[in-house]
C-alpha cells in the first residue's frame, strides 16, 4: 500500500519467524509476521488470537524497552499465520518480539533463518516457561528452536541438541547478532530420581491379605480396580501403593506422559521426563472437563489423560457425577479420549489403569448384609449411581472389611513393594512370552478341566454372565502368570471368582 | 342416579377417600349412623356428591375390590370384638380366606440376613402347609419371603398392606401380591387410589395383628417397625414368638430382646402350632437346613479342604479373617472354598463365607 516517498530513508519491513502454539496436547506451526511500516505509531495483532496473545503487545513493548533495545516508533502490525486457527497462551510474545527487532532493522533478517521461538516475556525482558514445551518443539520441526533457558531441558527431550536457550530478550539479541555464544542450560539438582523413592511402599499395609493380592493381580494385569469397603478399611491407602508395584514406563510411555503434563502446565520432574507411572486422584466434585478434558477452545487434557500409563484413582465413585462416569467408558474402551468443541477435535491419550473405591451403601457398613443401617430404598438409588455398563468395565470387584486389630497393632511389616512388583514383573514377562507364540495353542488347553466345569457351573446358576465369564478368565489367567504357571487351574479360577465377590455388594 | 342405587358399602368407601377423613374420624362418623347418612351429613346429598360416591364405587368394583364393613356377611370375625377395628376394609381375592384358617403373622426387618429370608420362607411354607395362614405385610426383605414361602403351599395367605390395593407398593413385589390375591386375600384399611404414606404403615401393623392368632418376629432391628406390630398385638393379648439369633447380629436384636422379654422361642413351624394349641395338626417335620444334595462323600476331603472346613463356621468370616485363620494364600483358600461351595459344605455371598 505504503509508495517509497523518497523523502524517507524507511518506508517498511517485513519479517517473518516460525513458532508454534498449543492445540489440544499437539502443537501446531505459526509463522509470526511483522510488517513496521511508516504511518501513526500503534501496534495491532491479527489472526486469531486470545486475550493472552493480545496482551502480548504490553508485554512486548516493555521488555524491548527494558532490553535497552528501541521500540519503532512506527505502525506495527503482527500477523500470525496461518489465519484461520486460533491462537492462544503467552508463547508468541519471543518470536513477536524477535520478528519485531528484524522488522525495525535491529537485528538481520539472516540471523533468525532456520531458528523458531517460543517464550513468554517478562516486563523486564525475562524469557518465562510456557506450557507444552515438548508439542511445541515437535510442530516446529525441523527448524532449530530458541527456548527459555530453564524449558531447554524439556525440549530437548526430543529435539536432542537443536534446542537453545536464553534468558533474557537483551542477551538473545546479542547471541543473534554473533556478540556472544548460546548459554548453558541449568544442570538438573542432584536428588533427581526421587519419584522411585518418593512413592508410600506396600510394606506399610497391615493385613489385608485380600486387597493386597488384588493390587497384585491389578499391576500384573493390567485390569481395573474397584474396591468396597466401609470407611476405614485402607481403599486409599491401598490405591495408593499401586504405581510402586507398576513396571517402571517405558521410553515411549514416559515421553507420552511427560507430553501430556508438559501440555497441561503441570511441573515436570527435575529430570524433565517422567519415569514412574502417574498417580492422579481427582476430587469426586470435579467437573466433567476437568476430568476427560477440554475448555472452551484451548483445549487442555484431563486428570484421565494425565493418568495415562498410570493409575487414576476415582475415591468415593458413587459421588461422582453419573454423567463424568458415563464419559469414562469410552476410554476406557479404547485408551484415547476424544474432545470436540467448535474449534475442533482433539484426541489426547488415555490409557490408564482405573482404580476406584466406594463405600457398599450410605452408611458404609453394607460390606456384610445385615450390618447396614440404610433403608433398602437409598440403597437402591446408591447403587443406581453405578451404570451396569460401568461395573462391568471393572475386571476385579473387591470387598474389603476394616482389618483385625491385633494385627494393626503387632507392627510387623508387609510384604513390600519391591519384591511384589518383582513378581509383577515376571508375570508380565511371561504374558507377553505368551502373546507373541500365541498362533498356535489356542484358549483350550489353558484351562484345567475342573477349572472348566467350575466355569459351567457357576454360568447355569446364574452367578456369571457371558461378560463376567470373559472378566474371570482373564483374571485368572493372570493368577496364573502370577503363580509361573502354563495351566489356569481350579485354585487360580476360584481365586479370580473371590475378587470379583463384591459385585454382590454393588450390583443393582 | 338416586342413592337407593348405591349399596351402603359405596359410601363407606367414598367417605374413607376424603383425604380430611382418617381412619379413627371415620370409626367415629360411623359409630353412630349409617355411612349414607354419615355421607348426607358430612357432603351434603346433593347430586354432584353422589356421583362421587358412584365414580368412587366404580373405581373399585372395576378393580376387583370388595368392601366390607362391620355387618357384612365376609367381615372378618377377629375384628368383631377388636378395640380398634376399622370402620370400612379393602379386600382384593377372595374375603373368606380372613376367617378360614389359624392365623400366624410373620413379620421382620425389611434388610434381613440370608439366615432370616431362609427361615422366614421355611415357616411360611411350613405353617401353610400345616394349615395355617401366613399374615404378612407384603414388604420387602422377611415380609415377601413368608409369603414367596407361603404362596401355594397350603392354606389362604393373607397380606395387610398400608396403601391402596390399586397400586402395589413396594413395586418389587407387583407379583407377589398377584399370587396373594390369587390363592389368598389382600386386604388394606385405605381405598383405592392412596398413596403409601408413611403414617399408614404403623396403622397397618396394628391390623395386621389382629387379624393374626400368633405373631412371630423373624428378624428385626432393636427399633424396627415390627415393634408396632408387637406392641399391638400385647395389647390384645395375642400369643408372640420370637425367631432367636446371633448376637452379633443386629438384625436380631429385636427377636432377642423379645424373648428376653418373655415372647416364646420359634425354631421351628412346630413351636408356632404348639403356641396355636394346635398340636394335633399334622406337622410337616421341617428339614434341617434346606436338605441339600450331599455328595456321596460327607465331609471334606482331608487336607487343605479340611483345614479351610475346620476354619468356617456358621457366622460368615471375610477371606481375610480366613487368610490368617488358615495361613493359605489365597489361591489355595479359594480354591478349597469353592471345592466345599461345589459338595455343599459351604457358601460364599459378596466374599463372606460360611458354613452350610
Excluded at chain 1, 521426563?273 to 476437568?290: E, G, K, W, Y
Aim: overall charge neutral; proline content about 8%; aromatic content about 4%.
Amino acid at each position: 500500500m505504503s509508495h517509497p516517498a523518497g523523502a524517507r530513508p524507511f518506508t517498511h519491513m517485513l519479517a517473518a519467524v516460525a513458532s508454534a502454539t498449543l492445540s489440544g496436547a499437539v502443537g501446531r506451526a505459526v509463522s509470526v509476521e511483522v510488517h513496521v511500516s511508516n504511518g501513526l505509531p500503534g501496534f495491532t495483532i491479527v489472526g486469531l488470537p486470545d486475550a493472552a496473545v493480545r496482551e502480548a503487545r504490553d508485554r512486548v513493548r516493555a521488555a524491548v524497552l527494558s532490553s535497552g533495545l528501541p521500540w519503532p516508533l512506527r505502525r506495527v502490525t503482527v500477523n500470525l499465520a496461518p489465519s484461520g486457527i486460533r491462537k492462544g497462551g503467552a508463547g508468541l510474545d519471543l518470536p513477536i518480539a524477535v520478528g519485531l527487532l528484524v522488522a525495525a532493522g535491529e537485528l538481520s533478517p539472516t540471523c533468525t533463518e532456520g531458528l523458531a521461538f517460543c517464550g513468554e516475556l517478562g516486563l523486564n525482558g525475562s524469557l518465562r516457561h510456557v506450557p507444552g514445551m515438548i508439542a511445541l518443539a515437535d510442530a516446529v520441526a525441523p527448524l532449530g528452536l530458541v527456548v527459555p533457558l530453564g524449558d531447554v531441558r524439556e525440549a530437548a527431550l526430543v529435539r536432542g541438541s537443536d534446542v537453545h536457550g536464553a534468558a533474557t530478550l537483551g542477551e538473545l539479541a546479542r547471541v543473534l547478532r554473533g556478540q556472544g555464544d548460546w548459554p548453558d542450560p541449568p544442570a538438573p539438582s542432584p536428588s533427581a530420581d526421587h519419584g522411585a523413592h518418593g512413592a508410600p511402599d506396600l510394606a506399610e499395609v497391615r493385613g489385608q491379605a485380600v486387597g493386597r493380592r488384588a493390587l497384585e493381580v491389578v499391576a500384573a494385569g493390567r485390569h481395573h480396580l474397584l474396591m468396597v469397603g466401609p470407611p476405614g478399611s485402607g481403599k486409599t491407602m491401598l490405591a495408593e501403593r499401586l504405581p510402586g508395584l507398576l513396571p517402571p514406563l517405558t521410553p515411549e510411555e514416559a515421553l507420552t506422559v511427560t507430553r501430556v503434563h508438559s501440555a497441561a502446565g503441570c511441573a515436570l520432574p527435575d529430570g524433565a521426563l517422567f519415569d514412574q507411572p502417574p498417580f492422579r486422584a481427582p476430587h469426586h466434585r470435579a467437573s466433567i472437563v476437568a476430568l476427560v478434558g477440554g475448555g472452551s477452545w484451548s483445549l487442555r487434557p484431563g486428570e484421565i489423560s494425565l493418568a495415562t500409563h498410570g493409575v487414576l484413582f476415582l475415591d468415593e465413585l458413587g459421588e461422582f457425577p453419573v454423567a463424568a462416569l458415563e464419559a469414562l467408558r469410552q476410554p476406557l474402551e479404547e485408551g484415547v479420549i476424544r474432545v470436540s468443541r467448535a474449534g475442533g477435535t482433539v484426541a489426547f491419550p488415555a490409557a490408564f489403569l482405573l482404580v476406584a473405591a466406594m463405600n457398599p451403601c450410605p452408611c458404609g457398613e453394607g460390606v456384610y448384609e445385615g450390618a447396614c443401617t440404610c433403608s433398602p430404598a437409598s440403597r437402591a438409588r446408591y447403587r443406581r449411581r453405578i451404570s451396569a455398563p460401568l461395573l462391568d468395565r471393572f475386571d476385579l470387584v473387591v470387598p474389603l472389611s476394616r482389618p483385625d486389630p491385633d494385627e494393626l497393632l503387632a507392627g510387623t511389616p508387609g510384604e513390600p513393594s519391591a519384591a511384589v512388583a518383582a513378581r509383577v514383573a515376571a508375570a508380565r514377562g511371561r504374558a507377553a512370552e505368551r502373546a507373541q507364540s500365541a498362533s498356535g495353542a489356542g484358549e483350550g488347553p489353558e484351562l484345567a478341566a475342573d477349572a472348566e466345569s467350575l466355569l459351567a457351573a457357576k454360568l447355569r446358576s446364574g452367578d456369571l454372565s457371558a461378560r463376567g465369564l470373559h472378566k474371570v478368565s482373564r483374571v485368572a489367567r493372570t493368577v496364573a502368570d502370577l503363580a509361573g504357571e502354563d495351566q489356569v487351574s481350579f485354585a487360580h479360577v476360584s481365586e479370580a471368582l473371590s475378587l470379583r465377590a463384591g459385585r454382590a455388594a454393588v450390583a443393582a | 342416579m338416586t342413592p337407593g342405587h348405591l349399596p351402603e358399602e359405596a359410601y363407606a368407601a367414598a367417605l374413607a377417600s376424603v383425604p380430611a377423613i382418617g381412619p379413627a374420624t371415620l370409626r367415629g362418623l360411623l359409630a353412630s349412623d349409617p355411612p349414607s347418612v354419615a355421607w348426607a351429613r358430612s357432603r351434603g346429598a346433593t347430586e354432584g356428591s353422589v356421583r362421587d360416591v358412584a365414580r368412587i364405587w366404580a373405581r373399585h368394583t372395576d378393580a376387583g375390590i370388595a368392601v366390607l364393613v362391620p355387618g357384612h356377611a365376609s367381615w372378618p370375625a377377629r375384628l368383631a370384638g377388636d378395640p380398634q377395628a376399622p370402620a370400612v376394609l379393602f379386600c382384593r381375592g377372595d374375603p373368606a380366606a380372613l376367617d378360614a384358617a389359624p392365623t400366624v403373622a410373620l413379620v421382620g426387618t425389611r434388610a434381613p440376613t440370608r439366615y432370616g429370608i431362609g427361615v422366614a420362607a421355611q415357616l411360611g411354607a411350613d405353617l401353610s402347609g400345616s394349615g395355617v395362614s401366613v399374615v404378612s405385610g407384603l414388604a420387602l426383605g422377611i415380609d415377601g419371603a413368608a409369603h414367596e414361602g407361603a404362596c401355594g403351599a397350603g392354606a389362604s395367605p393373607i397380606a395387610v398392606v398400608a396403601g391402596g390395593l390399586d397400586d402395589p407398593y413396594p413395586r418389587r413385589h407387583s407379583r407377589l401380591w398377584e399370587r396373594v390375591a390369587e390363592c389368598g386375600a389382600v386386604v388394606s384399611e385405605s381405598p383405592a387410589g392412596v398413596r403409601t404414606e408413611k403414617w399408614r404403615f404403623p396403622v397397618r401393623n396394628r391390623l395386621l395383628a389382629a387379624l393374626s392368632d400368633v405373631v412371630v418376629v423373624v428378624e428385626s432391628r432393636h427399633h424396627g417397625g415390627s415393634r408396632h406390630t408387637v406392641d399391638a398385638a400385647a395389647a390384645r393379648g395375642i400369643p408372640v414368638g420370637a425367631v432367636p439369633g446371633s448376637i452379633r447380629s443386629a438384625t436380631s436384636e429385636g427377636p432377642n430382646a423379645l424373648l428376653a422379654d418373655g415372647a416364646f422361642p420359634v425354631c421351628s413351624a412346630g413351636d408356632v402350632l404348639v403356641a396355636l394349641a394346635l398340636e394335633g395338626a399334622q406337622v410337616p417335620v421341617p428339614a434341617p437346613g434346606r436338605a441339600p444334595s450331599r455328595p456321596s462323600r460327607a465331609g471334606p476331603a482331608p487336607g487343605t479342604d479340611l483345614r479351610v472346613y475346620e476354619a468356617l463356621s456358621q457366622d460368615p468370616a471375610s477371606l481375610d479373617d480366613l487368610t490368617r485363620a488358615t495361613g493359605l494364600d489365597l489361591s489355595a483358600l479359594c480354591g478349597a472354598l469353592e471345592r466345599l461351595a461345589l459338595a455343599g459344605l459351604a457358601i460364599g455371598v459378596g466374599g463372606w463365607w460360611e458354613r452350610v
